[in-house]
T-cell receptor
Framework: GDSVTQMEGPVTLSEEAFLTINCTYT??????LFWYVQYPGEGLQLLLK?????DKGSNKGFEATYRKETTSFHLEKGSVQVSDSAVYFC????????????????FGQGTILTVHP | DTEVTQTPKHLVMGMTNKKSLKCEQH?????MYWYKQKAKKPPELMFV???????INESVPSRFSPECPNSSLLNLHLHALQPEDSALYLC????????????FGSGTQLSVL
C-alpha cells in the first residue's frame, strides 16, 4: 500500500544550524507530496508542496525537491530559528491519471524539531 | 477569511454522554474532512464530505456520526465513546475533494472519562 517514512526524531538543533528531515515514500499512481507543520496546540499548516517529479517546493526558507528516482522529498532549511520548533509531517496524496484524488492524505509519523537559542 | 474554525477547543465527556464537535469555514470549499490525531502520532482520516455528501468513511465506529448540514458547516456527533477515543479531532477543508491543498482547524482536544 501507499506509505510515507520519515526519519525518526526528535531532532534538536542550535539556532542557525542546517536542517534536513528525510522523507521517502512508496506509492502507485501519481502522488503529490507535501510537508505540513504543526505548532504546539494547533492544527496542521501546509508548509510546501510539489505535484510532479523534479518540482521544488519552497516557503519560509524551507525547501524540498520531489525526487522520483529515489522516491524522496527531503525537507531542508539553511538556518533554523527557535520559532521553527514544531512537528513536521511529510504526506502524499495519490491521484489517478485524470487528477482525481478524493483528498485522502497519507502522513508520515512526524518529526519533532526543537531549536535552542 | 482563510480560517477553519472548530468549537469547542477542549471537551471532557463521560462514556454515556452525547456531544457534538463543530467545524465552520467560509472559503467556499466544497470538501470537508474529519481527522483523528493521537498524541505524538500523525492524523488519521475518518470522513470526507464532497459537496455535502459523504464520500469516504474510513471504517469509523458508529459511535461517531458525521453531518454536513450545508457547504460551510461540518459536525461530528459523539455518543457512547470509549476512553481510547480521547484524541485531538481535526477538521479540514479544501476547494474540492480532488484538490490537494487542505486547510486545517486548530482541533478539539477530546477527553473521554
Amino acid at each position: 500500500g501507499d506509505s510515507v517514512t520519515q526519519m525518526e526524531g526528535p531532532v534538536t538543533l542550535s539556532e542557525e544550524a542546517f536542517l534536513t528531515i528525510n522523507c521517502t515514500y512508496t506509492a502507485t499512481g501519481y502522488p503529490s507530496l507535501f510537508w505540513y507543520v504543526q505548532y504546539p496546540g494547533e492544527g496542521l499548516q501546509l508548509l510546501l508542496k510539489a505535484t510532479k517529479a523534479d518540482d521544488k517546493g519552497s516557503n519560509k526558507g524551507f525547501e524540498a525537491t520531489y525526487r522520483k528516482e529515489t522516491t524522496s522529498f527531503h525537507l531542508e532549511k539553511g538556518s533554523v530559528q527557535v520559532s521553527d520548533s514544531a512537528v513536521y509531517f511529510c504526506a502524499l496524496l495519490l491521484s489517478n491519471a485524470g487528477g482525481t484524488s478524493y483528498g485522502k492524505l497519507t502522513f508520515g509519523q512526524g518529526t519533532i524539531l526543537t531549536v535552542h537559542p | 477569511d482563510t480560517e477553519v474554525t472548530q468549537t469547542p477547543k477542549h471537551l471532557v465527556m463521560g462514556m454515556t454522554n452525547k456531544k457534538s464537535l463543530k467545524c465552520e469555514q467560509h472559503m467556499g470549499h466544497r470538501a470537508m474532512y474529519w481527522y483523528k490525531q493521537k498524541a505524538k502520532k500523525p492524523p488519521e482520516l475518518m470522513f470526507v464530505y464532497s459537496y455535502e455528501k459523504l464520500s469516504i468513511n474510513e471504517s469509523v465506529p458508529s459511535r461517531f456520526s458525521p453531518e454536513c448540514p450545508n457547504s460551510s458547516l461540518l459536525n461530528l456527533h459523539l455518543h457512547a465513546l470509549q476512553p481510547e477515543d480521547s484524541a485531538l479531532y481535526l477538521c479540514a477543508s479544501g476547494y474540492r475533494a480532488t484538490n490537494e491543498k487542505l486547510f486545517f482547524g486548530s482541533g478539539t482536544q477530546l477527553s473521554v472519562l
